[in-house]
């Protein structure tokens, strides 16, 4: 393989084309069979939303690349054992494997159920690993990200990109509460969920998967739930369609 297969379904990806050359071609047929101008109007407004949607998909979510890490604070010294809860095919992994070359990062996935992304496998996330030329830094391992198998303290860094908001209230605090358990005292997590802000909101105006946090919008549901864990909030922010938390976990009373 020579380029990533981060496996998000066409759906995702390119469904806007549908709507887009279905509502081109009715514009086209509104202006040759002189339909009314309002309904020529209609389909004019549809098609340039299923255009801007596309483009939205493709230059601002860009679900087929790795992520880029949203703050240079995190892991700064650039070294650690860096655990990735919901790895999925990869694309939070390499944002840290990419943008921190001495870490290691240990990729966690239940790699079952649909996630946006299909028929997802630990192969797929070391292919992808390959094509960076980092998979010599990657070991993969599917666990339950509520329920995770390694010790208390055993990791340095954390991070978490649009997995843990697929989970329902319980499963929040439970990963939560294992993410906190597994770094040492100091340890840094990396909390990055979808934001729905004017970008999604354009692009998929239709209900979507990501339920705890659509259902209960803002920073502050989540900078609490971290706290609630054991970590210290040292930094939050927003990139176009997501939200960051930076905690680092407090010492042990
Ligand atoms: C939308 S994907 C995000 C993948 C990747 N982090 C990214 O940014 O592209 C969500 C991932 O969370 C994983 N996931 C959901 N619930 C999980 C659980 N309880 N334990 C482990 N992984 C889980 C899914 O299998 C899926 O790969």
Do not use: C
């Amino acid at each position: 393989m020579t380029s990533y297969d981060f496996g998000y379904t066409w759906v995702w990806t390119h469904g806007h084309l549908v709507p887009l050359v279905a509502f081109a071609v009715l514009v086209a047929l509104a202006v040759w069979r002189r339909w009314s101008r309002w309904l020529a109007g209609v389909f004019t407004v549809l098609a340039l939303w299923a255009a801007a949607s596309f483009a939205i998909t493709q230059h601002v979510l860009r679900a087929n690349m790795p992520l880029e890490l949203p703050t240079a604070s995190f892991l700064h010294e650039g070294t650690g054992r860096v655990l990735d809860l919901g790895a999925g095919s990869g694309r939070s992994t390499l944002m840290v494997l990419q943008a921190r070359p001495a870490a290691h990062v240990t990729a966690v996935d239940i790699y079952r159920g649909y996630f946006g992304i299909d028929d997802n496998t630990p192969a797929r996330i070391m292919a992808n690993a390959r094509v960076a030329g980092v998979d010599g830094r990657l070991d993969v391992q599917t666990a339950d990200i509520r329920a995770l198998p390694f010790a208390d303290s055993s990791y340095d860094a954390a991070v978490s990109a649009f997995a843990i908001d697929h989970l329902n209230r319980e499963g929040v605090t439970r990963s939560l509460a294992e993410v906190s358990r597994v770094l040492r005292p100091g340890g840094e997590f990396l909390l990055i969920v979808l934001n729905v802000d004017g970008w999604v909101k354009v692009a998929y105006p239709l209900p979507h998967g990501h339920g705890y946090f659509s259902h209960s919008p803002g920073p502050n549901r989540w900078t609490s739930a971290l706290e609630g864990a054991g970590f210290e909030v040292v930094e939050q922010g927003t990139r176009p369609a997501l939200l960051y938390v930076l905690g680092r976990r407090r010492p042990t009373p």
